[in-house]
């Protein structure tokens, strides 16, 4: 079946440093991947996603790039903010599982000044 | 549109216990699912609709029951709550057609059984 792998967490870091989330996957057919950003208290929100091979989802200063060679969708931001602080979701969805999302564990993220 | 919403948003129960936790969503999606989260693990899918009238079982469909009479509503039954079902619930809900599966998420319900 359907699988996501996150990096081990927790992830903590001075502000403005580098971020660099792993996310790798396994699926059948071709899904579509995401990551979602949970803040303190609240519910899940769609950060970014990519539909195809080769696709750059961005938003916020954070990129992912959807590689179907290394079967992986690492989330990467050039400059964190204590305001990124989260748990972060890599998801895959679509493919042979239409209607429902497949979660990695989510990675907690402190962002310190 | 209020989108995905979810009532209540926190809970208790006593073992034994039975409740339904709602979930609403106004945008017309035909797909809704119900997913609980616990630490380290993610989300993991409970129960999920591709349309009302069509129900099917996720990953942890245990001690859970659904049903999906109308497009707009999505109730999940918890028929006898257990210890082991204290999590935070969450709500989602996506298009059929041209949404690349791109969920929205209602904002939760933590339940705590004891």
């Known amino acids: 079946g359907d699988s996501v792998t996150q990096m081990e967490g927790p992830v903590t870091l001075s502000e403005e440093a580098f971020l660099t989330i792993n996310c790798t996957y396994t699926a059948t057919g071709y899904p579509s991947l995401f990551w979602y950003v949970q803040y303190p208290g609240e519910g899940l929100q769609l950060l970014l996603k990519a539909t195809k091979a080769d696709d750059k989802g961005s938003n916020k200063g954070f990129e992912a790039t959807y590689r179907k060679e290394t079967t992986s969708f690492h989330l990467e931001k050039g400059s964190v903010q204590v305001s990124d602080s989260a748990v972060y979701f890599c998801a895959l969805g679509g493919g042979t599982s239409y209607g429902k999302l497949t979660f990695g564990q989510g990675t907690i993220l402190t962002v310190h000044p | 549109n209020a989108g995905v919403t979810q009532t209540p948003k926190f809970q208790v129960l006593k073992t034994g216990q039975s409740m339904t936790l709602q979930c609403a969503q106004d945008m017309n999606h035909e797909y809704m699912s119900w997913y609980r989260q616990d630490p380290g693990m993610g989300l993991r899918l409970i129960h999920y609709?591709?349309?009302?009238?069509?129900?099917d079982q996720g990953e942890v469909p245990n001690g859970y029951n659904v049903s999906r009479s109308t497009t707009e509503d999505f109730p999940l039954r918890l028929l006898s709550a257990a210890p082991s079902q204290t999590s935070v619930y969450f709500c989602a809900s996506s298009r059929r057609v041209g949404s690349n599966n791109e969920q929205f998420f209602g904002p939760g319900t933590r339940l705590t059984v004891l």
């Open positions: 609709s591709v349309g009302a009238g069509i129900t």
